[in-house]
Structure formats: C-alpha cells, structure tokens
DNA sequence: TATGAATGAGCCTTCATTCAT
DNA sequence: AATGAATGAAGGCTCATTCAT
C-alpha cells in the first residue's frame, strides 16, 4: 500500500517556477523574459520549463492562469451595489492604480497585461476574454450610470477609454513622466492621490456630458 | 549630353536602410528589431549597417534623427497665440492623435516613443529633451491658462497626464480596444472625433477643476 | 550484471574541450584560437563552450586552472635543499626547458605563457602571481646565492632575466632559430645538452661577476 | 605636351600608408594588425591598402622593404675590424637593444621579427635571409672569436643563441617582467645600462668557456 | 588615380529546446 | 520525476576585400 498521503515534493519546484516567471514575466514581458533568469530566479534546472510547462509559452499560460485563479480567491468579485457610481468609479480606479504598481507580485496580471498591450501574444485573447472584458463591462456600467440613460453607446465607450488611458499612463509612461517630472513618485501614498485625482477629473468630465447631453435632448 | 544635376544613386542604400529601419523599429522596437530583417526589407547587405551607422544602435540614432528633422521640415514649430487656450488644446491633441497613428512612416518618432517608455535605450534621454519636453511644455501652459493661475503645481501636472494619458491609451491599448471594441476604428474622420472627444472631456474636467480651485480659496 | 563502477562517459565532452582548447590555446593564443576550431576538434557541438565554461575567456580560464592542476600533481614541488647551488640551478633550468617543448599538452602553461607575453588578457596576473612569481623566486633564490650577498638587487634581477630569456628563446624564437640552423633539434637529448649548456654560460657568467663584485668591494 | 614633371602627389597617401603601417605591425603583429587601423592612421580611404598594395599581405611585404631599404641608408653595413671583439659585441647588443625598444619605428624589423617569431608569415624566409642572417653571422664571428678556434661549431651556436635570448627576452617578455619587476624601465640610460649587463654577462661566460675548451684540449 | 559603397565570410554569444539518462 | 548535457538556430558584429564609379 503507497502512502495515501498526497505528495507535494514536485510541486515545489513547479510553484517556485511559476512564481519565479510571475516576476520575470511582468518586469519583462513574455518575449524579453529568457528561460535561464527565471529558472535561476526559481532555483530551478534549466530544462525544468520544458519539463513542467512543455514550453516556454505553457509556462506564460500557466503563470496567467495561476495567479487569475488566485486573484479570484484573493479578492472574490465584489459588487456593492449599494455604494453610489461615484463611489464606485473611485473604488475602480484605485483598485487599477494598485494592482498596476503592485511590486508585491501576488498578482501580476495587470503588468503582463501592460505588456501584451505593447507586444500581444497569443495569450492575449484568453486574458481580454477572462478579465479585462469583465472589468470593462464593471467600469461601463459604472460610466453608464455617470452618463445617463441618454448617452450614446459611443459616448460611454469612449469615456470609458479616457478614463482607462489615464490610468495606465502612469505605468506604460513611467520612464517618460520620471524624465518629465522626477518629482512624480509612485508611494501608496502617491497612487491614493493620483485615485482621487484621477476620479476627480473623470468625474466632472462625465458630469459636463451628461449635462450637455441633457442639454441637447 | 550628360546629366547636370547631382545624381543620388549611391544615396539609396543609407535612405533606403534608414526607411526600412524606421518601419522596423516602430513596429518591433529597438531590441526585438533584428538587424538582418531591416536588410532584408532595404535590400541591403547585413553588413551595410555596420558601414554606414556603425552599429545597430547608431541606426538607431540615425532614424530618430532623420525622422525628427524630416518632421520639422513637414510641420514647422506653429505658434497661433491669438487662438483660444480651448482652441489650442484642440489643436494639440488633434495632432497627436494624427501623429500616433501616421501610418506614413515619414515620422514614425511616436512610434517609437511608445517602444522607449516600455524599453527604454539610452537615445530616450535625447529623446525626452528634444521632443518630448517642448511638447510638454506648450501643453503645460495651455493648461495652466485653463486651469487658473491659482492652480498648483501638482494640479497642473497631473492633468497634463490625465491628457496625454488619454490620447496614448489608443495608440498602446490598440490590442485590447480592438478586441473589446470591434467597432473602433482609427480613420482620419475617427480620429479627429477622437479629438473632439478628448479634448471635450478634458476642458469639461480642467474648467470644472479651475471651479473648484476658486471656490477653495 | 550492471557495472558498478561509476561512468564518466558524461565527462567526456566537457575534458575532451579543455583538451582540445589546451592545444588549440597553446598553438595560436587567446585571440586567434576560435571556438569553432576547439569545439570542431573535440567533436563538440558550437555551443557546448558556453555551456561549460560560459565563455571562450571562461574556458581559457579552466584550461589554465585544470593545466596547473595536473602540473602541480604530475611535478610536485620538489625541494631539494641539500643539493649545492649549481646543481639546483641545473635542475631549474632543465625543467624549464622540458616544460617548454612538452608536446605532451599535459602541461601547456607555458606555451601559454609565450602567448601571454605578446598578447597580454586579463588572466595574465593571475599567471604570474601563481606559476611564474613562484618560480622566480626560486631563480632568485639561487641566483642570489651563487652571487654572494654583496650582490646588488638590481644585478640579481638582471642576471636572472638573462638566464630565463637564454631558455625562452629556444621556444619563442623557433620559426627563426630552424631557419637559421637547421641542425639545431629538440629531443629531449637535445634538450639535456642545451640544460647544460646554459647552466655552465650563466654560471660562468655569474661566478664571473661573483669575483668583480668582490674585487671592488 | 602633358607635364613633364614628375608628380607626386600619391606618392603622399603611399608614404603614409607605409608609416602607418609600420607603426601597426610593429605594436600587433601582422595577424592583429587590421586594415582599418592603418588607414585611419593614414587617413586614407578603407579601400587604398588593396589599391596600392593588393592586399593586406602586400602591404606588410611593402613595409619590410621599405624599412629594409631606408634603415640601409641610414645605417650603412659597418665594419669596424679594427675594435676589439668584446667592443663589438657590445655594440652589437647595444644596437640590437636600441632597435628593439625604438619607438620611432623609422626601422621597426625588429619589431616586426620579435611578431614573426611567434606567429610567422611567408614573409619570415625573406626576412631571415635578408636581415637576420647577415646579423647572425656577424654575431658569429665575434662570437667566435672570443671562443676561440679551437671552439666546435655547435658551442658557438649555443652562445649566439644565448646573447640573442637574453636581448629578445626584454622585448617580448616586458609584459611578464613590468609585473614581476615594476622598477624595470627601458629609458635610453637604461637600455644602455641593459647592454652593458648582457655584454658584461656573456662575455663572462665566453671567456669562461674558452678557458675550458683550451684545459680540454 | 582614388574612393565611397557594398559584400561575404567568419567570429562570439544567447536562446529555447531536446536528449539521455 | 527530474536533470545535466547537448544542440541548432539566430543575433550582432568585425574584417579583408571587391565593385562602380
């Protein structure tokens, strides 16, 4: 009789592997990231990718998968619909601010999402299906609601856009802005203001139009 | 009866690497542009680049400024100070729009800006100082007249950002629009409302903004 | 019946590379060696250097470490205190010479060396602070001795340097020294005779300036 | 009537390609030496070495002759049988040392033979039979003189070679010996100094030898 | 006569992957 | 289950040489 206990000798290395690329994978992007840094990162063979992922790009699969499933777990999907629009537009884009300069790494999905922005692989498909769609459609909502009733489809997707680039600027530009302005600095502190900042703005931009769509009804 | 005028042939090859270049870098980036396709595509010899630009980084260099004087030449420094501080940002970023998605190749600087903030060279420095700060800063008066004279420092450049922020997204996030939004498209008409639509959305919050602003103090 | 005995077949290719690189440094030099001549001679595949030794200057490295290392187990340091000193500068000079005609590659150090005095690399101090340091003072120690202890600093290191270059040259100057006299062979009697010719020229010379050095005293 | 005078104007680029030329290989040898050096040392074009000389090779070829060529003009065959054979060993050696460490490079064939030693060229047959012969027979008969008749032929070999290693040894071993003997320097007083050492030193060991050779007959 | 331009061969290195235990 | 060893493809670069004026 084999031990009926389960063994998690091997996933160790597999673990570590995955966490190992996470790291790589969002501070390089897929196609810069070698196999050699993360297995050394990892602690691991350098046939160990192969041998678990199949493949350089079965290790980037499961590295997106993983931490999507632990990010499920991390933060369950949360819908107080309680709070107000405004409310829950600053909510959203703090969230965003976070996890884009998140170095912590538990979930990375946001930087490897910059990546495939820039350079898309074919991961990106799966990535827009799971999770930016979802989030899209949150944040559209949240719009919608901004906009009235009234506002075309147009209108909101492009709102929705602005207030997406405002967001990510500040992580795709951070070599330009640090260049511009050395006296931008990226602390908890900081992000919680550029939030509120960035809500503000997008705030009274949606407010204007809404009040010029009325205006034109 | 021989030619009189100057005969540009053996120009070609150097003009011909410094287009195919252009093309290449704007579309791969510096490091995953390979210096075999960009022959390729000119027709050139692999070593030809070492001949004339030294080194793949001194291409490189060559194209940023080869684009900028062209581009200089294309659209000379503008300075309408008798228009509107609202007209003018119209007009900023309606050009900036136009110039993210010029697909002419003739000034690809745009291009290849969005490569440097992901991977930065060492040419971003040079960059920065003689493309990127100018603008900088004729956006930055435009929103310091909109904003107030009361406006902090800070308040200025954030919204700065907030802008650039906006009109970069569609240029880097082509990948993502494209999949959540099929029906946005990028013709000139396009980008002109695209114009339109930032530009409303950012005089709408920097007016709402320059409000407040008085209201505190 | 398996074997018991442990299998070195995977080591193979990793010694047949230092062995190849031995022979291939020691007959053309750090820089006009190429690592396709080494690996094509080892039957290795091109990559198999950077492999092991990471780099054609780290497989130059591990050639002179492994080729010390069996020197120093094949010639341990003799110490023969009791001999007179005549007879250990005999000794020195005639192990000097076998060392530098020893096609054996077993120890191509100094073969390697002749290199290094045309076309200096980075290993170079560590050769001298490790094989030709050591072995200088113990040239210097003889030479000191036979001279007398009036002898000048700068008469021991001339004297010294005299009696190394009359062995150097015998390796360094071959392509000329065969055109010139053809007659002129190196087997190892040959090699015995010339051990004794050049022991009795620098004795000679050495008692000579012994007596000088006296008579001026 | 085209000018009758001579022109020479590509004598100019010639010439300098020749000095230039000179200058390289005498410090890299003809291996290290590259085409692009010399013409930027030149300041001519790239392509000038295959136009005036054929190619590298000819190049090379060119300058041993014209060296050859000029340091006969300037340094017509003496033969002062008048001095003493130890005066004239001396100045044998203290030629030879001068020659050796002359950075003028007016007549840079030592140099060059000091490379051709180690990595000879086709070049080196010539070089022997017109200028390292001649040396080496005039060599001989001092040599020989100072053994003796009675000397057999191999021991005035032995000797030549002897007082030839320990000048050579200076030259081609100066990377080892600045490392063991940072104090070594090679001024012209020192050069001086040096040749007087190895005259003093071999002559020592001449006569030394020639007393034995009469005691064995 | 002389040269700017172009070329092909060769070098070292890096990379993801596969092989053989 | 896991890994040390090996591999082929590709990349950037240098070099001596040749070509076309």
């Known amino acids: 009789m084999p031990t009926a206990a389960p063994r998690y000798v091997s996933l160790d290395t597999k673990e570590r592997l995955l966490e190992a690329a996470a790291q790589v994978f969002a501070s390089r992007g897929f196609r810069r990231a070698t196999v050699r840094e993360i297995c050394q990162l990892a602690g691991a063979n350098l046939a160990a990718v192969n041998y678990h992922f199949r493949d350089k790009a079965g290790l980037y699969q ?18 107080p619909a309680d709070a107000s629009s405004a409310e829950r537009l600053h909510r959203f884009i703090e969230h965003l601010m976070f996890k884009l300069f998140d170095e912590d790494l538990t979930d990375c999905r946001f930087r490897i ?32 609601e901004l906009l009235g009733p009234a506002a075309a489809e147009d209108r909101v997707r492009l709102c929705q856009l602005s207030i997406i680039g405002q967001c990510l600027y500040h992580r795709q530009g951070q070599a330009v ?33 809404a009040q010029e769509g009325e205006a034109t009804s």
């Not at 997106?64 to 819908?79: C, G, I, Q």
């Not at 692989?121 to 990535?127: F, I, K, N, Q, V």
């Not at 930016?132 to 459609?137: D, K, T």
Request: proline content about 7%.
């Open 62 to 79: 499961a590295v997106l998968e993983d931490t999507h499933r632990r990010a499920l777990e991390k933060y369950p999907l949360e819908s």
């Open 177 to 209: 802005i640090s260049r511009l302005f050395p006296e931008q600095h990226y602390t908890p502190a900081d992000l919680r203001r550029l939030a509120v900042h960035i809500t503000q703005f997008s705030l009274l931009a949606l407010k204007g139009l």
């Open 113 to 144: 999402m910059a990546w495939e922005m820039i350079e898309p692989t074919p991961a990106l498909d799966a990535l827009v299906a799971k999770i930016i769609r979802p989030l899209s459609q949150r944040l559209q909502a949240i719009v919608r």
